[in-house]
């Protein structure tokens, strides 16, 4: 039994697209009514205001010819921009992976007026990651809905979007998750945000970086998680380390808000089962001294992204359906 699809199934019927929209590609789904992915294509992003615009308007069209779905049949569209998003008013700004800097790009009026008038959903890439995740993990029919989850990037930096009883928790000045930047270590060294010691220093992807810089070139986390397997124990050493701060970051999301779920995501997650190992051992350690920490779970509530579709993509998607309910709404 899956209240889940449920749910799915009392959602706005109709088909919606989402869009993310990377530094260097734009991964698009096309979602139906029951909310299942019927089609996903990827495009290299064109950088600039009116190369996103345009690059949009194109991922918009092909993923639906891909289906063979009349666009006008599509009733809203979602779209998640790695930059500082003002989703009241669709504009992005300060999006600089996408060449989108200076005066705020309105991202929504523009790729609507393109789209014929189609409702369009503007958010910042997190946020679309989070629901995509938490879309994703309720179409699984696991743990109870509304979903409460986190999804964790491990990426350049470390932040989380935060999905509460189901609806997506932004907060007041658009800073809920930003757990990349709480001091663990007063006395560590500088941060670009101007304290000392953030958890970012030690958990993101820059951090393995700094603990095992590349040799041959590849990700370096690829190249420490080969070394560790390897049996290198200055590999195993500093795999260990970077576990126990990323499960510092777990225990501080679920101390805080309780999620049901913390979704490691982001490019460090690219590592799959090894890295939800090593993470999950480390919160086994930490909670062996701890009757409190045992007791909430923690290694149950870490899990990867589900399923092999572009989290964020979908996540646009179930943003784009609101979208397209609050249009049809305004203009019943
Ligand atoms: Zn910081």
Redesign the pocket.
């Known amino acids: 039994m899956s209240d889940a699809r449920a749910t799915a199934r009392t959602m706005p019927s109709g088909f919606s697209v989402g869009l993310d929209i990377g530094g260097t590609k734009t991964l698009a789904v096309l979602l139906g009514g029951d909310g299942e992915v019927l089609a996903q294509t990827r495009l290299a992003t064109v950088r600039g205001p009116a190369g996103v615009v345009d690059g949009a308007v194109s991922a918009v069209q092909g993923v639906v010819r891909q289906a063979g779905v009349p666009i006008g049949d599509v009733t809203g569209v979602g779209v998640g921009v790695p930059g500082l998003v003002d989703s009241g008013a669709g504009t992005v700004r300060h999006a600089v992976n996408v060449g989108v800097d200076g005066a705020p790009l309105e991202l929504s009026t523009l790729l609507s007026a393109r789209l014929g008038g189609i409702g369009v959903e503007v958010e910042n890439d997190l946020n679309v990651a989070a629901v995509g995740a938490a879309h994703l993990v309720e179409a699984e029919g696991v743990g109870h809905t509304p979903t409460d989850l986190a999804f964790l990037a491990l990426g350049t930096g470390l932040a989380a979007g935060i999905v509460l009883d189901g609806r997506l928790r932004r907060g007041s000045r658009g800073a809920a998750g930003e757990i990349?930047?709480v001091p663990v270590d007063p006395a560590g060294p500088p941060?670009?945000?101007g304290?000392r010691g953030?958890l970012?220093l030690y958990a993101s992807g820059s951090a393995v970086t700094a603990l095992w810089p590349t040799t041959a070139g590849r990700p370096a986390p690829v190249e420490l998680f080969e070394a560790a397997a390897r049996g290198d124990l200055d590999a195993v050493a500093a795999r260990s380390t970077y576990a126990r701060a990323v499960a510092a970051a777990v225990r501080m999301l679920v101390l805080t808000v309780d999620v049901q779920h913390v979704v490691l995501g982001g490019g460090v997650s690219q590592l799959g089962q090894p890295l939800l190992d090593v993470v999950r051992d480390a919160l086994d350690d930490e909670s062996a001294a701890s009757a409190f920490l045992r007791s909430l779970d923690l290694p149950g509530r870490v899990r990867l992204a589900p399923g092999r579709v572009a989290v964020g993509a979908v996540g646009a998607a179930v943003v784009g359906r609101a979208a397209g309910a609050r249009a049809r709404d305004l203009a019943g």
């Open positions: 990349g930047h941060c670009a945000c304290q953030c970012e």
